[in-house]
């Protein structure tokens, strides 16, 4: 089946640098995603001041709104393109900074202070060196790992979370031998046993 072909199928960093290159980022939401203001309660549970992580972050609208609401945001992403999109589309001044512990990578913040997105591969980073989070937003993110790299990707996230946070978690629920993604299929039961 499809679902058996794509755990060997594998989307490449170099793959990622391409689409944003290309203006192929069709995953993109310029108005934000829907279930984000649904579920902003739960992901806050009325607290100010949180610290809010985004894996694989592309140039989300959603860092923005809830550096707004005076939360701080990291963000991990690859593409240095897109790093620098959010901040000029938002017209954000930032300064760059390299990250000592991680080897080629940057780290880009606002000025403010509260947007910190780290320009490098979600595997380089450990809690030693973005600390731990009280919310999670992952939209396009778990879906976009590459299948082989899943149980790597989930025991980090679990690894940055903090005792008592969120995870807000988007999937795509699809018939995976009619589509081919959003880049993978996760199906339901999978979530579950790798998160526990
Ligand atoms: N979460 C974003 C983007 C989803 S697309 C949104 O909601 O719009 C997935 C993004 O992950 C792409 O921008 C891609 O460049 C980035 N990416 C892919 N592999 C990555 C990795 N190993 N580490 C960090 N970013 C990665």
Request: glycine residues 8%; negative net charge.
């Amino acid at each position: 089946s499809d679902v058996g072909s794509q755990k060997d199928r594998v989307v490449t960093e170099e793959e990622w640098l391409q689409k944003w290159e290309m203006g192929n980022i069709g995953f993109h939401k310029e108005q934000g995603h829907p279930l984000f203001q649904k579920y902003l309660d739960v992901l806050l549970n009325g607290k100010s001041g949180l610290r809010i992580f985004f894996p694989l972050c592309g140039k989300a609208v959603e860092m923005k709104w809830l550096a707004d609401m005076g939360h701080s945001v990291v963000g991990v992403e690859v593409s240095e393109q897109a790093v620098k999109e959010f901040f000029s589309e938002h017209s954000l001044p930032y300064c760059e900074e390299p990250v000592p512990e991680i080897s080629g990578a940057k780290m880009f913040q606002s000025t403010s202070g509260n947007i910190s997105l780290y320009c490098c591969s979600i595997y380089d980073l450990s809690s030693s060196i973005v600390g731990k989070f009280d919310g999670v937003w992952d939209r396009g993110a778990l879906v976009a790992v590459n299948p082989c790299d899943r149980q790597r990707y989930v025991s980090l996230m679990i690894n940055l979370m903090e005792k008592n946070s969120s995870y807000l978690l988007v999937t795509v629920s699809y018939d995976p031998n009619k589509h081919k993604g959003p880049p993978f299929y996760v199906p339901e039961s999978e979530i579950k046993s790798l998160f526990g």
